[in-house]
């Protein structure tokens, strides 16, 4: 009969000879392999102490980034939003007045920006959507928490801090 | 007076002896269970617990702690008293066995007298094991009933019928063991055994026994409710059976006379086919240390060869799959019970015709 995979095996069906019958030698050969794995290297990571490094495509918790300046990148203008393929994000635009040249680098900026934590499905697509590269996929994980609202990601939550004003504090 | 004096000594040296086998079981039970994790987590290239205290020895502690803090539940529909009932008896039974278990030589005292390190010098210690093991049975039958659910009671069942099956070939190797020892006594069979090689051949009896230890060691498995007989329990398909419904510590009785029972089943392994607690070179020890030092010396390599019988154990249990159920029958009836039936014509011919 022809096969319907490459990857079909066939198995032997015949009953079992005197010395598979006697278990023994099978027991014996099983344990030689155990005895074997007992010696060998752990493959466990003693996650507190040791941490796994991700790997260079992980996509972790989003970041709003900031330029050189110190001043938030993001405009409000909601493509990320409109990518957002699990609809997480949320973004009140605001219109920059004069004397917040420090803060936003451009006219128009996020009075408020949301990402709901639960619904994102870290796809990165908000980063690949954003034309001023404001926001980003860190390597940080999401800490659990006990309240829906918790995960509920403010703008102070998402934005980097800004090391020059860091230091200063 | 006298009479009254020395029975009073009598009865404090029994009870302090019962009291420390109680202990050393509970120890060893608890630490078997800590040990079982190490070796599961070694052979699956693991650490197994390593957070509570160094190398994670306290492990057994937390887990005596949580099963106590544990909500008790007791099922509306059972039977409550039997329920009650239950993992006292498995737990009874389980300890019962190590009365007649002779755990070292005799340490003589400087009143003459001698000091037993055996609860009963019962002549018939084999057969009270028996009798005392097939009683275990119970404990299990009686959890599975009484918890008023199905699967309990089909695991019960299951146990029972496998330690029946499994009995039978098990006595059956140990008449061939019984042909050369002539005497039912554990601490005879322990005293046949001295030293190491003696009259041209080794005196333990593994090595004139071979196939009927091997026997012993499947239906003792067998008895154990071990894996890869551990159908009574088996969670894929009964969910944990007999001890389903239970919760708390009375699960932890259930557990922890399951291990109570691998230690005493490995110390009646050895004291009847590893020499007991006799080791090469007894004689020359013997000889150059104080008496009380060599008994102690002597009960240390008993409990050395159990650690390694409960060892070889749990390297099985986590070596092989479980039997299924029919596998588990054939085995015991078409396999074991005439196996053990030539071991035992063999071993009487070759004692009638050759040894005398």
């Known amino acids: 009969m022809e096969k319907l995979t490459k990857r079909a095996v066939s198995i032997n069906r015949s009953p079992m000879t005197l010395k598979e019958r006697i278990y023994v030698p099978a027991v014996l050969a099983g344990l030689k392999i155990t005895i074997a794995h007992f010696f060998q290297k752990k493959v466990t990571f003693q996650y507190p102490e040791v941490k796994r490094t991700f790997a260079p495509a992980f996509r972790g918790l989003h970041v709003l980034n900031r330029d050189e300046e110190g001043r938030e990148r993001c405009t409000a203008c909601g493509l990320c939003a409109v990518a957002c393929p699990a609809e997480a994000i949320t973004m009140d635009a605001a219109e920059r007045k004069t004397g917040e040249e420090g803060l936003y680098r451009e006219e128009k900026y996020a009075a408020r920006y949301e990402i709901n934590m639960l619904r994102c499905i870290f796809c990165g697509l908000c980063e690949e959507a954003c034309p001023k590269d404001a926001i980003y996929l860190s390597e940080t994980i999401m800490q659990p928490d006990f309240t829906r609202e918790s995960f509920i990601y403010k703008k102070e939550d998402l934005l980097i801090p800004f090391p020059k004003k860091d230091q200063q504090a | ?356």
């Open chain 2, 1 to 356: 007076m006298t009479f009254l004096t020395i029975d009073c000594f009598f009865i404090l040296s029994k009870l302090g002896l019962i009291l420390a086998i109680i202990l050393i079981s509970f120890g060893i039970a608890a630490y078997a269970t800590w040990g079982e994790r190490k070796v599961a987590a070694f052979i699956q290239n693991r650490y197994g617990p390593n957070r509570a205290g160094p190398l994670g020895l306290l492990q057994p502690l937390a887990d005596g702690l949580k099963l106590f803090m544990k909500e008790e539940i007791v099922p509306t529909f059972s039977s409550k008293a039997l329920f009650l009932l239950a993992p006292f008896m498995f737990m009874v039974t389980a300890l019962m066995t190590s009365a007649v278990i002779p755990w070292g030589p005799d340490i003589p005292l400087s009143n003459g007298s001698v000091f037993s390190l055996q609860v009963a010098d019962v002549n018939i210690g084999i057969l009270f094991i028996f009798g005392v093991v097939s009683l275990g049975v119970y404990g299990i039958m009686i959890g599975g009933w009484a918890s008023n659910n199905k699967f309990s009671l089909l695991s019960a069942i299951r146990s029972a019928a496998q330690s029946i099956s499994y009995e039978l070939a098990m006595g059956i190797s140990l008449i061939a063991l019984l042909m050369l020892t002539s005497s039912l006594s554990l601490r005879d069979i322990a005293q046949q055994q001295h030293g190491f090689w003696s009259d041209g051949y080794f005196t333990w009896y593994f090595f004139k026994q071979p196939l009927g230890f091997l026997i012993f060691l499947t239906c003792s498995m067998a008895e154990m409710n071990r894996a890869p007989f551990d159908l009574p329990e088996c969670d894929s398909e009964l969910n944990m059976g007999y001890h389903l419904e239970y919760s708390s510590m009375k699960l932890g009785m259930f557990l922890f006379a399951e291990y109570i029972n691998m230690f005493i089943g490995s110390a009646v392994m050895v004291t009847l086919y590893f020499g007991s607690y006799n080791f090469p070179g007894m004689d020359a020890v013997a000889a150059s240390v104080n008496p009380i030092l060599f008994s102690l010396i002597c009960v240390a390599v008993f409990f050395i060869k159990i650690i390694g019988i409960i060892l070889l154990i749990m390297f099985i249990r986590w070596t092989l799959p479980r039997f299924r159920y029919d596998q588990l029958m054939n085995l015991g009836w078409k396999s074991l019970v005439p196996l053990a039936l030539i071991n035992m014509l063999l071993t009487g011919a070759l004692a009638l015709l050759i040894f005398k």
